[in-house]
């Protein structure tokens, strides 16, 4: 893989973006306290800005200008009250698993609340290696010193996100065709027969996973705060890119199928060949788009196609039947892989628009973003020991009090044994597989971080060069927080060794203690998440409920009598993605889970799959259904369809414990002018096939339903049997 293209996407990312807004805010605020009172003034006002800017994350304006004051305020109020009792073991040991118990509550807001749940644990932690306030003057001074620099950070980033507003939407959505590209050159290589089909499932649902959320974490920008001509551009570009990924999935729906009958052939080189030049033409638009320049790609050749037909035409003269099948099935592909390369020449030529041009109106987009609500309420539902949200924050108190305590007793003397409760509160998560990646990235990351800063500590560097490696470290440390932490352990490390170089003189020694902290801290981390877990089986049922319950919408917004309303559609196909990314993401956690706590693992991967292909062919027969449209009536398409609409719908709301039945068959008994049928002697009409296939991915996610709910009850490896 060419370095240069995957560097540049990393640069031009908006989560470098937000890496190099947060770096610039700290260290000029830094500097300024250091003109205007020493450093004394410079360190309060950076930490401020500092603690500030972990909660300092795209979002629109209202919601930005929330999380950053209550991070200031919160973490305002946390330094207050561990200043003030520091030097006091007694109110210590009170104050910080308190503090740390409703930092963990604060996760209760959602995915976006951890980092500010991270800011109240952050200074929470560092306060405690701060030399007691002499007086009260003293300690309320430095209090305002750092609200402060909190609210001179939250003016400054949200004047940088109203200036970078338009420019976030832009580098989301290249996410999104990035991620799109990416599963389609899974699709591609599903074709060269390289990887056994489960395993090659598994894949595919990794990266539909992966799809799934830079679409949700596209819409939540982009379908917000849409005023200028260039939103709309976005929003167009957004809704296109929607309705290419269900194109992609209709096209996977054959592909087993294909590459079986013909397997040895030009005609998979060709696919795959084909499939791959798509692929390459949505990166080259990412890209375009992460650097602002226009695309250079031209819009794949669609007469490749017509090749891959006439190949196959070749073989079927004087093979079997089932090559027959097979070349009806790659014709209902052709012809979704056309309409594949018409939506990515659409998105060539919006995205051109930005130069000049018009656009077709939108419709009514409120019902796709998500409701980002902090409402206090909330917290009274989760004062229970059943919520895995109080769990969470009564093991993240528990944890820290443990901390402190094995810090006091072994480093008394040590100036930085807070890193052990750092370490513990960057580690600890609501989940026990995100815990356990986190405590290897950790670890991994500060032994590459502190091997690089005592290569850094021997060179002896001056004053400006340890100030642009302390701006690069935390540039870095911001840019993949969310993306590969292991590389945020990595420059945190060398962001907390060389701030205190720069306040402490020598501190080489700090490279060991921060080694051996940060092996304590994971130690105490990993203990502490079996305290009050919350395994990912005991979520299925809900988790589960919620995906039939979409996979039922999305099928009567595909099969429903007369298809009109576009955005009920559009709204179902949102809940079933966000159903199925839920799922997945489920499923990921428990492969990181002990193998005592996984339950019907095999069965889980089985359904995620299931449901993605059955997603697959109501995608596929949307597009036959509106090809058919101009041939048939309303009530000829409501007569093929209802028979199949009425079994899925059975076999997805099939009650547990409820025997199987058979599938009717023939699904349709009815003849219906213009469709051909098998009695005829000739090959089943693609229309009436999809539903075949439809009905039997149907039976086959209703058995597979039923046998997670058996084994959901069954311990560990009996769990995840065939």
Known sequence: MNPIPLLSRVVFSRYFTGGLVSATGVLALGLLGFAVGGMQMAVLLGTGALTICFADNPAPMRVKAFELLFSTFGSALCFLLVWAGVGHPWIELLLVPLLGFGAGLVSLWGKRALALSFSLLFITVITLGVPPAPDLHTLLLGVALFVLGGLLYTIYALLLGRILQSRTKQQALAEVLDALAAYMRWQSQFYSRQMAEDQAYGRAAVLQGAVNDALQSAR?????????????LWTRMLLESLDLFEAQLAAQTDSALLRTQFEGTEVLDTLQAGTRQTADALSTLALAMLHSRRSEARSPDTTRWAHVEEQASALVGSNTTELAHAHAALAS??????EIDALVATLQTTYAARDGGTLPPLPDLRSFVSAWRYDPRQIRAHLRLGSPIFRHAVRMGLALLCGLVVARSLFRHQTHDYWILLTIAVILRPNYGVTRQRLKDRLLGTL???LFTAALLNLHLGLPAVLAALFLALTFARTFVTTNYRFTAMAASVLSLLLARLLEGDVRFLV???LIDTFIGATLAWGFSYVLPRWEYQDVPRQLSSLMQAQRDYTLAVLEAQQQ????????????FDALASMTGLYSRMLEEPVAKRRALRELARLITHNYLLAAHLASMRVLRARRARRLSPEAIETLIAPTRAWVLQQLGLKRGSPLAAMP??????????????????????LL???????????????IDQRVARDLHLPGEAGNSD
């Open 220 to 232: 939540d920008l982009v379908l917000r705060e849409g005023s200028k001509p260039s939103d709309a």
């Open 333 to 338: 592909l052709l012809n979704t892989q056309r």
């Open 665 to 686: 068959v023939p699904l349709n008994t009815k003849p219906v002018p213009g469709i051909i049928t098998s009695e005829a002697g000739t090959t089943l009409d693609p």
């Open 689 to 703: 096939r999809r539903l075949g296939l439809i009905a039997v991915e149907a039976t086959l996610v209703g058995q």
């Open 512 to 514: 060991d203690q921060r």
């Open 448 to 450: 590459l971080g502190c």
């Open 565 to 576: 309303d576009e955005s009920a559609f559009r709204i179902a196909r949102k809940r079933l």
